[in-house]
């Protein structure tokens, strides 16, 4: 909702009001097959809020690394040890913002 004020110098603009009403966040979880990671969709039922799509890089990364036989060692989403690091970096190259919304895009 808006409503027009006047500043003291006279200029007039909108100010928008607080709105409070129950949003829902809905999640779809998957494991992309061509990102080879785990993925969620968030989406609000209220709209105009966007959805929003999240991936595991670092499942994508170990993927990577996996196809090239380079041996690593990790702990949570960290690589702790790793034979190759340029191949690290080589992996997180090739994992493009691009990429990942040309996927999703595609569906």
């Known amino acids: 909702?808006?409503?027009?004020?006047?500043?003291?110098?006279?200029?007039?603009?909108?100010?928008?009001?607080?709105c409070r009403k129950p949003v829902k966040q809905y999640y779809i979880y998957f494991h992309d097959q061509l990102l080879g990671a785990p993925c969620y969709l968030k989406i609000s039922s209220y709209l105009p809020f966007q959805c929003e799509f999240y991936l595991n890089g670092h499942n994508t990364i170990q993927i990577h690394l996996d196809k090239h036989g380079i041996h690593y060692?990790?702990?949570?989403?960290?690589?702790?040890?790793?034979?190759?690091?340029?191949?690290?970096?080589?992996?997180?190259?090739?994992?493009?913002?691009?990429?990942?919304?040309?996927?999703?895009?595609?569906?």
Request: hydrophobic letters at 30%; proline letters at 2%; charged letters at 40%.
């Open 73 to 107: 060692r990790h702990k949570d989403n960290a690589f702790v040890d790793v034979d190759d690091p340029e191949a690290i970096r080589k992996a997180v190259e090739s994992l493009s913002g691009r990429a990942v919304l040309n996927r999703v895009e595609s569906g």
């Open 1 to 18: 909702m808006y409503r027009e004020l006047t500043s003291k110098s006279g200029k007039k603009y909108e100010k928008i009001y607080d």
